[in-house]
Antibody, heavy 118, light 107 residues
Framework: EVQLVESGGGLVQPGGSLRLSCAAS????????MTWVRQATGKGLESVSI???????YYADFVEGRFTISRHSSKNTLYLQMNSLRVDDSAVYYC????????????WGQGTLVTVSS | EVVVTQSPATLSASPGERATLSCRAS??????LAWYQQKPGQAPRLLIY???SRAPNIPARFSGSGSGTQFTLTISSLQSEDFAVYYC??????????FGQGTKVEI
């Protein structure tokens, strides 16, 4: 059974940093396509970052240069390093595994809340 | 960037009724469209991919149709557990694949 468990969210001041983790089981984060999607309170879904074939990465314009996605094969964990955080980065952050057939998110974690506030 | 627009923003319906949700892309995305369901406090769940293929364990009352720029998600007979927010996502231009703003199906 596939499981994704996020951690690392919390309250941070503007300009601060956080590292989100997504511990996976039932598959390998190193070989599958993985993504971080966020959702501000009462808002829709936004794709933040994707890591895929050959460790190719994608970042949304609004996080480019501030966030870094990575994965650790032996820990089977996906990460999102978030630096220079802004108030509008506040959201629930979900990690998800993309299908091997099409790049739709088939498995999701429960999400971790990031609040950026002074 | 492909812009995805969903309508209506809110759909009011009763259990047992048929619900039809729409999704429009600003340019053709072929059949590269997915639908997700999200209940309050929960992560999204994949319902449909490839515009019309049900994901594993998704009930047959959920169906998707369309191609190009116009897509529809139909719930043939609403159950109490179907009241939720539904998002479409195009992945023809991927990454990243853009989401619509969502349609809330309420009682």
């Amino acid at each position: 059974e596939v499981q994704l468990v996020e951690s690392g969210g919390g309250l941070v001041q503007p300009g601060g940093s956080l590292r989100l983790s997504c511990a996976a089981s039932g598959f390998s984060v190193s070989t599958d396509y993985m993504t971080w999607v966020r959702q501000a309170t009462g808002k829709g879904l936004e794709s933040v970052s994707i890591i895929y074939s050959g460790d190719t990465t994608y970042y949304a314009d609004f996080v480019e240069g501030r966030f870094t996605i990575s994965r650790h094969s032996s820990k089977n964990t996906l990460y999102l390093q978030m630096n220079s955080l802004r108030v509008d980065d506040s959201a629930v952050y979900y990690c998800a595994r993309l299908s091997v057939v099409v790049p739709a998110a088939v498995d999701w974690g429960q999400g971790t809340l990031v609040t950026v506030s002074s | 960037e492909v812009v995805v627009t969903q309508s209506p923003a809110t759909l009011s319906a009763s259990p047992g009724e048929r619900a039809t949700l729409s999704c429009r892309a600003s340019q053709s995305v072929s059949s590269s469209l997915a639908w997700y369901q999200q209940k309050p406090g929960q992560a999204p769940r994949l319902l449909i991919y490839g515009a019309s293929s049900r994901a594993p364990n998704i009930p047959a009352r959920f169906s998707g149709s369309g191609s190009g720029t116009q897509f529809t998600l139909t719930i043939s007979s609403l159950q109490s557990e179907d009241f939720a927010v539904y998002y479409c996502q195009q992945y023809h231009n991927w990454p990243p694949g853009t989401f619509g703003q969502g349609t809330k199906v309420e009682i």
